[in-house]
Each structure stands twice: as C-alpha cells, then as structure tokens.
C-alpha cells in the first residue's frame, strides 16, 4: 500500500479524508498532528484515540508551539502586525508552521504523498501547497475535501454512513484554536451580514468586574504578567489569555482579500494577542524615534502580508525580521492595562528608555533642551525651501 501523510486536527474534514483516503482511495494512512498551542493533553490524547479508531496506520503529535513563537509570532508582535487593521493573523501564521512540520514528517515516513483537509474557497489551501511544493518537491498532494467540491453537510452524511461517531452538532462551525487566537467560521461568516451568536465563541464571558494587568516587556518580548515572570513567553501568553478570555476582549469579525482574490469573513476572538499587540505597541511609541516606528510600520505590513499569503520561506522575511529584532533593544518595560468586558484600555507605562522623560520638558508646557529663540530660527529654516517656493510661484 502506498504512504499518504495526512495533516489531522480530529475535525470534521480531515475526519473525512482519514476515511476517504482508506477506504476509497486505498492508501495506508499515517495521521500528523502539530499544536501550536490550541490543545491541551488531554485533547490531544483524545484526537489520537479519534484517529486511530478511524483506523490509520500510525499517528504522531509534534508539540511544536515554542518554535511555532520563536520563528513567527515573535515578529507579529515585533512588527505590531494586525491584517487590514483587525486581524493578528491567527490562522494565518499557524498554519505555516503546520505546513513546515508536516513536510517533515513526510520526509522522515519515507511517504509517497501527503494530504491536507482545506477546502477549495480558502487560503489554507494555498499556503500548505506553497510550503510543499518548496520543501517536498515531487511528493503528490491529495486533498479530498477541495477535489470532490463537498459541504459540510455531505461530509457528515458519508461519516455517519461509515458509522463514524463524533458530535455532528459541534461540527456546525468551523473552530481553529492556537497560541495566537482561534477562528470561528459558520452560516453567519458566509455573508456580508452577520454577527456569530454568543453560544459560537469558544471563550465565553464570565468576568464582568474590571480589572488592571500590569504586562512586563525585555526587548520587545511578553517575559512578565502582574509581576509573575516566564521562562519562556509562551508561558506569558497563555497566562495573560486566561485573564483576559473570560472578559470577551479580542473579538471580531475580519474581513479580508484572500490569496485566490475573492474576498472572505471570518470571526476570531483572540485575547491574549490583541491586548499584548496594543500593550507593546503603546511601549514603543515611548522609547522609539519617530523614523524607528515610520520603518517598523512600513515593513511590518509588507511582512504581515506576505506572511498571511503563505510567503514564509522568502529570504526577505528572514531580513526584515533581522531588522525588526534589531528594533527592540529598548523596547523594555511595564505597560498597564484595563481589561472590561468586551473591551480594553491602554493605561500607560514605565520604562527607563521612555523618550517622554521630564528631565528634557513637558510637552505643551515646558521644555530644558532649547529656548524660544532657537524655536524661533529653527521653524524659520524648517520652512525654508516651501517659503522659497511660494515666493516664486506667486511673482507675476
């Protein structure tokens, strides 16, 4: 029997294409799990347990949420990077490091070809075809759910056939869990109108009292919560996320273009990301220059996008991350922030590098580095050459 590797999360399309691709198509199936932090022990046991009794021939979990931060989030929250203004890109960012570690798996099985559940309306599809095509040139890539155009509904009519049992109802919408915030899509993200109903969302409100959590930054990195140090930032994310899931922050709908061209919705809640992003973002306005944050801007958006269009493995990321790195070496201390339901707030921070010291003048009021004389000349000199212009393009 020809080896497929199949890229499994226990939902409900790759729970098709484990049965598909046996039952149907005839190949030995080895199941690959990554988590990028979506799911606990237990979940993942219980995902095993789920792949082996649709019978593959081997399954395999890679815990691979420290390198999933290490080689991508680090960067989003380097470059404060928010697709189309909203969305940290979830998703987007885990499913490249899904991609990468399937490729390996891949390599290492020896398979002939490798399979992954994304539909044909999606950019899944695309960003794990691009990283195979790239890493595992000439292994054949089958994907059942995108090739034989099917519903989720048709998906779940053949599953009950085979005598597949799973919660169906759960299956109504599509939910990706990471370290880095979950998507939520259904009936309601298909259209142009919509908001998910609240029982839809993961994470639900329970906190409804306000709270202030104070979040320690070393070189641009989440290391500290409410004085609470980490290891690793890993372990600061997920912390702050306990905080501040139950409080409903961090949730939206996004709208964005996607890599075929058509235009797709999508809701996300992401807690944890979205007050670190602003948290981190408000600290560099404080120790960074004016042309630091113009640069940072300007690169992190090319980079948020290229990374959302599956573009990874190009060189220029690796060097735009270089610089991104090289930005944070002041971007240190503590930011303070009020978490309320649905909502948060950006109290303010400290840090030794803060730019907006007293000793150099108060803005609006006073200031020690220069008088209002030198203010007098410089706003002379400053507006030189538009003056010069002015004069001559208004003679007779």
């Given at each position: 029997m020809k080896k497929i590797v199949l890229g499994f999360s226990g939902g409900l399309d790759t729970t098709y294409c484990v049965k598909y691709l046996s039952e149907e198509k005839g190949y030995e199936v080895h199941s690959v799990i990554v988590n990028t932090g979506g799911f606990t022990n237990e979940e993942l046991k219980k995902i095993e347990e789920h792949a082996y009794t649709l019978g593959v021939k081997s399954h395999t979990t890679v815990?691979?949420?420290?390198?999933?931060?290490?080689?991508?989030?680090?960067?989003?929250?380097?470059?404060?990077?928010?697709?189309?203004?909203t969305y940290p890109l979830s998703v987007s960012a885990e499913r490249l490091s899904q991609a990468l570690h399937i490729a390996a798996h891949v390599k290492k099985l020896k398979?002939?070809?490798?399979?992954?559940?994304?539909?044909?309306?999606?950019?899944?599809?695309?960003?794990?075809?691009?990283?195979?095509?790239?890493?595992?040139?000439?292994?054949?890539?089958?994907?059942?759910?995108?090739?034989?155009?099917?519903?989720?509904?048709?998906?779940?009519?053949?599953?009950?056939?085979?005598?597949?049992?799973?919660?169906?109802?759960?299956?109504v919408y599509s939910i990706n869990k990471g370290l880095w915030g979950t998507s939520v899509g259904g009936k309601e993200t298909l259209s142009s109108k919509g908001i998910l109903p609240e029982e839809a969302w993961p994470t639900q409100v329970t906190q409804t009292e306000g709270r202030e959590v104070k979040l320690g930054f070393t070189r641009g990195e989440l290391t500290a919560v409410n004085d609470k140090s980490f290891a690793h930032p890993v372990e600061a994310i997920q912390h702050l996320q306990q905080i501040a899931g139950p409080y409903g922050v961090g949730r939206d709908i996004h709208v964005g273009d996607t890599i075929i061209g058509i235009k797709g919705r999508v809701g996300f809640e992401a807690a944890a990301p979205m007050v670190i992003l602003k948290a981190h973002h408000a600290l560099e306005k404080h120790v960074l220059t004016k042309w630091q944050l113009n640069w940072k801007d300007q690169l992190a958006q090319f980079y948020g996008n290229w990374l959302h269009e599956g573009q990874i493995l190009d060189p220029v990321m690796r060097d735009i991350e270089s610089f991104l790195e090289n930005s944070q070496k002041n971007v240190s201390g503590s930011v303070f922030v009020q978490l309320l339901p649905y909502r948060f707030q950006i109290i303010g921070i400290e840090s030794p590098f803060d730019l907006m010291n007293s000793r150099f003048g108060k803005y609006g009021e006073m200031n020690t580095g220069f008088t209002g004389e030198d203010v007098r000349g410089f706003s002379k000199i400053f507006g030189n050459q538009v003056a010069i212009h002015h004069l001559v393009n208004t003679q007779e």
């Amino acid at each position: 029997m020809k080896k497929i590797v199949l890229g499994f999360s226990g939902g409900l399309d790759t729970t098709y294409c484990v049965k598909y691709l046996s039952e149907e198509k005839g190949y030995e199936v080895h199941s690959v799990i990554v988590n990028t932090g979506g799911f606990t022990n237990e979940e993942l046991k219980k995902i095993e347990e789920h792949a082996y009794t649709l019978g593959v021939k081997s399954h395999t979990t890679v815990n691979a949420t420290q390198s999933y931060y290490n080689s991508i989030i680090k960067y989003l929250v380097f470059g404060n990077v928010l697709k189309n203004n909203t969305y940290p890109l979830s998703v987007s960012a885990e499913r490249l490091s899904q991609a990468l570690h399937i490729a390996a798996h891949v390599k290492k099985l020896k398979a002939d070809a490798v399979a992954h559940g994304s539909t044909g309306a999606g950019n899944d599809q695309v960003r794990f075809d691009m990283i195979f095509h790239i890493m595992i040139p000439g292994v054949e890539i089958i994907t059942p759910i995108r090739d034989l155009k099917l519903s989720r509904e048709a998906e779940i009519a053949y599953l009950k056939s085979k005598g597949v049992n799973m919660n169906f109802e759960k299956a109504v919408y599509s939910i990706n869990k990471g370290l880095w915030g979950t998507s939520v899509g259904g009936k309601e993200t298909l259209s142009s109108k919509g908001i998910l109903p609240e029982e839809a969302w993961p994470t639900q409100v329970t906190q409804t009292e306000g709270r202030e959590v104070k979040l320690g930054f070393t070189r641009g990195e989440l290391t500290a919560v409410n004085d609470k140090s980490f290891a690793h930032p890993v372990e600061a994310i997920q912390h702050l996320q306990q905080i501040a899931g139950p409080y409903g922050v961090g949730r939206d709908i996004h709208v964005g273009d996607t890599i075929i061209g058509i235009k797709g919705r999508v809701g996300f809640e992401a807690a944890a990301p979205m007050v670190i992003l602003k948290a981190h973002h408000a600290l560099e306005k404080h120790v960074l220059t004016k042309w630091q944050l113009n640069w940072k801007d300007q690169l992190a958006q090319f980079y948020g996008n290229w990374l959302h269009e599956g573009q990874i493995l190009d060189p220029v990321m690796r060097d735009i991350e270089s610089f991104l790195e090289n930005s944070q070496k002041n971007v240190s201390g503590s930011v303070f922030v009020q978490l309320l339901p649905y909502r948060f707030q950006i109290i303010g921070i400290e840090s030794p590098f803060d730019l907006m010291n007293s000793r150099f003048g108060k803005y609006g009021e006073m200031n020690t580095g220069f008088t209002g004389e030198d203010v007098r000349g410089f706003s002379k000199i400053f507006g030189n050459q538009v003056a010069i212009h002015h004069l001559v393009n208004t003679q007779e």
